[in-house]
């Protein structure tokens, strides 16, 4: 079992940076898949972005591809969101996720955490 804790949500204008982090208990991520998915007010939750066990792959959204960079720090058990030109139709819940290796580009997670809210102003 593993537990995710997602922080440094906020409000923010448009076209500034948020950086997103999830820390995990309960065993090491290093071999799990980590994504992140959002959900705004009324409409259901879609993926954000994704990184393999293996680090160097990656997969994102055609809506943040260009503006958000994930990463994860293994030795931290930490995943991050690097969110940079944020617009207003980024303004959503923002969910850790993890998944038992598999295709990162139809991530279906095992592991949620509770979520972080993101608000950009216009």
């Known amino acids: 079992q593993v537990q995710l804790v997602e922080s440094g949500g906020g409000l923010v204008q448009a076209g500034g940076s948020l950086k997103l982090s999830c820390a995990a208990s309960?065993?090491?991520?290093?071999?799990?898949?980590m994504g992140w998915f959002r959900q705004a007010p009324g409409k259901g939750r879609e993926f954000v972005a994704a990184i393999a066990w293996s680090i160097f792959s990656t997969y994102y959204s055609d809506s943040v591809k260009g503006r958000f960079t994930i990463s994860r720090d293994n030795a931290k058990n930490t995943v991050y969101l690097q969110m940079n030109s944020l617009k207003p139709e980024d303004t959503a819940v923002y969910y850790c996720?993890?998944?038992?290796?598999?295709?990162?580009?139809?991530?279906?997670?095992?592991?949620w955490g509770q979520g972080t809210q993101v608000t950009v102003s216009s």
């Open positions: 996720s993890a998944q038992k290796p598999a295709n990162i580009r139809t991530m279906d997670p095992d592991y």
């Open positions: 309960g065993r090491t991520i290093s071999s799990l898949d």
